[in-house]
Nanobody
Framework: QVQFVESGGGLVQPGGSLRLACVAS????????MAWYRQAPGKQRDEVAT????????TYADSVKGRFTISRDNAKKTVYLEMNGLQPEDTAVYFC????????WGQGTQVTVSS
């Protein structure tokens, strides 16, 4: 059973930055594309950013393009999300998972953007 442990969230003022990290337990981490997702209160979970197995390809939701950067370290089985220019609408619980054929969801990490 693959597990994901997300960390790095917190409370930040508008315009601030955070770096999220997600460690995977799978030994096949390097073989799968990964993604970050977020879920705001009362809303569905949405895909935020994806990254291919070798970091050669990334995609971003329009709402975060130019502000967020996804990266990965296959040796550490970790995927990162660098978030800059945070806005109140970015407030959500952030999760990582595979891009396709989702495994079990972790607890996520709460990001709150507020003055």
């Amino acid at each position: 059973q693959v597990q994901f442990v997300e960390s790095g969230g917190g409370l930040v003022q508008p315009g601030g930055s955070l770096r999220l990290a997600c460690v995977a337990s799978s030994n096949n981490f390097r073989l799968v594309s990964m993604a970050w997702y977020r879920q705001a209160p009362g809303k569905q979970r949405d895909e935020v950013a994806t990254i291919s197995r070798s970091s050669g390809g990334t995609t971003y939701a329009d709402s975060v393009k130019g502000r967020f950067t996804i990266s990965r370290d296959n040796a550490k089985k970790t995927v990162y999300l660098e978030m800059n220019g945070l806005q109140p609408e970015d407030t959500a619980v952030y999760f990582c998972n595979t891009k396709n054929n989702h495994r079990s969801w972790g607890q996520g990490t709460q990001v709150t953007v507020s003055s």
